[in-house]
Nanobody, 117 residues
Framework: QVQLVESGGGLVQAGGSLRLSCAAS????????MGWYRQAPGKQRELVATITTNSASTNYAHSVKDRFTISRDNAKNTVYLQMNSLKPEDTAVYYC??????????WGQGTQVTVSS
């Protein structure tokens, strides 16, 4: 079973950038497809971006495409989310997600991102 710990959230002005990190432990990281989700107050959790085990394929929500980039370093057991041109509507708690070959899903505790206008 994998444990996930997010970091890198914070307060940033609109137009700014942040890079989120998610460190994994407890299992073979390269065996998990990884993703980032977010949940704003009063809203459902939504998918932001996903990446396959070998980084061959990525997928983005329409609202973040061309602004956010997901990547992973299997040697460091870490997945990243580079967020550029941030908007106030990007304000949310961002969660790291891992899915194993059996489709079991694991979540981190989340990190707050606040974008001021």
């Amino acid at each position: 079973q994998v444990q996930l710990v997010e970091s890198g959230g914070g307060l940033v002005q609109a137009g700014g950038s942040l890079r989120l990190s998610c460190a994994a432990s407890g299992s073979i990281f390269s065996g998990y497809a990884m993703g980032w989700y977010r949940q704003a107050p009063g809203k459902q959790r939504e998918l932001v971006a996903t990446i396959t085990t070998n980084s061959a394929s990525t997928n983005y929500a329409h609202s973040v495409k061309d602004r956010f980039t997901i990547s992973r370093d299997n040697a460091k057991n870490t997945v990243y989310l580079q967020m550029n041109s941030l908007k106030p509507e990007d304000t949310a708690v961002y969660y790291c997600n891992a899915i194993d070959h059996a489709r079991s899903t694991y979540w981190g505790q989340g990190t707050q991102v606040t974008v001021s206008s």
